[in-house]
């Protein structure tokens, strides 16, 4: 099955703060719908910059039901993203700083909104 990273921050949506702790996650508008529709076709994995710590405490907002393997910093130390270190057949990432051997635009993404967006609060 062909491998789908998606990278974390701004790409799939944001972390909801309040104060100095994380309270959910933000879904961008049809990120949801997108990723209902390539999980089945695709294996979708995560592969962020951020720490193995912080991307824990999204994943328990409901993110993670959508992922079967994620990649963070403290696993995958690298100047920038190279889809062959994981796997992936393509790397769908926000960044215009974002090199592999083949790339998904995040424009993809933009492709599949919907009007609403979803937020993963606590459970």
Not at 32 to 48: H, K, M, Q
Not at 80 to 86: N, P, Q
Request: hydrophobic content about 40%.
């Amino acid at each position: 099955m062909r491998r789908v990273a998606f990278d974390l921050d701004e790409t799939l949506g944001v972390p909801l703060i309040e104060g100095d702790t994380i309270a959910g996650f933000c879904l961008r508008p049809g990120c949801a719908e997108l990723l209902a529709r390539l999980s089945g076709r695709f294996e979708l994995v995560i592969w962020t910059v951020s720490s193995r710590r912080y991307l824990d405490k999204v994943l328990a907002f409901g993110l993670g039901e959508w992922f079967e393997r994620t990649y963070s910093w403290d696993e995958q130390l690298a100047p920038w993203k190279d889809v062959r270190r994981i796997g992936a057949d393509w790397l769908i990432d926000d960044s215009r700083w974002c090199f592999g051997v083949r790339r998904l635009d995040a424009a993809l993404v933009s492709l599949h909104r919907s009007r609403q967006g979803r937020c993963h609060e606590p459970r």
